[in-house]
């Protein structure tokens, strides 16, 4: 549970680890819940978040930053890691349990992870998650004195939370029905949504919309690279 | 390369602005420490270390037209045209594309656009004057024409910014 201190003996999270919560052939409901507490499982989420959304907020992080006076700069991006993380953490308390039922119910078998990945791509494609995704941008005015600051800031990592959520949560849902898969499905999400998080807002519509200025972005880095080794050849 | 120079916010006014009618106004209060590193560096000003420079921020403007242009006035006196007091006029903004940038289906999200304008001269002259021991700024906004109310136009936030000289 969480991550072994033991010399010579770290643990991976539940989460990630590959004896499958329990979920092993005969096993009943009730052993499933009880070998996974709900603390347990909390703090292997946060931690699932930790790793994977700083990419995300890191341009509300420097807005905040930016906006805020040198000596209040900290608390101000404190209280909005705060704001985002309380809402990440409660949509936890529907995601996981969600995800344990659909691999209980149809354990050893690809099934959660085909359906899951299936409900990821209908909600990627459709005009809601662009509709969220547009307003995980909004950069909003900032009050800059006292207690208002602290309210603005915290009220923006709220927001930004339930936007974040309503984006991403389809995705999120991949890695938790992916068993052994875990922390690559972990690694392949969080790749796409950082690179999903970088293309400018959109018209809400049906449509698939790759993350061209990512690869983009890569494919120029790439080509730097190549000339760079060319030349000082 | 240029040198990358340090920036911190040094004052805000309070609340949404809206720009309705003829003119509309602001306090900017200014924190005191800021305010106090932005005089040093004009009180101890030389050829080869030039003081801070300020920039008043027009934050989050949304409205509905693009039409709009206003001019901004800094402690221009109450009462007065503020045509008539040139040294208080920090610049003039034309509001072209806020309407797109309103829209949150649009690249800027609905947050609107942001205008930055340099108001060193200003400060400095408040500061010889003596008149930047308050540790508020007014600021005063004067459409060309004046703003119906339909066209919604608001600034998010006004506020201003130092950078190290």
Redesign the interface.
Known sequence: MGLGLAPGDITLPRLCSPFELGLGPGASLKFVVMFNPPAALALDWALMIAAMMPPLVIASLRHIGDRSFARRRWRAMTLFGAGYAIVWMAAGTALLPLALVCRFAARETLLPLASGAAVAFAWQISPAKQWCLNRCHRRPALAAFGVAADRDAFAFGLSQGVWCVGACWALMMVPLLSGQAHLLAMMAVALLLTAERIEPPAAPGWRFQPPSKALRIAVAQLRMRFKGSAQTR | MAKSRH???L??N?G?VQLVGREARSTV?L?D??KRIVRTSLVGATVAKPPDRVFINL??VRGLNDATVFNVYINAPEGDDPAQHPECKAGSIALFGVRKATQ????????GLTFVLEISQIVDRLHLSGSLDGSQLDVLLVPRNPVPEAAQISI??I?VFRQDG
Request: hydrophobic share 30%.
């Open positions: 920036v911190e916010l004052g805000a309070a949404t209060t924190d420490a800021v934050e989050n949150t289906g649009d690249e800027h999200a609905g947050s998010g936030r506020s």
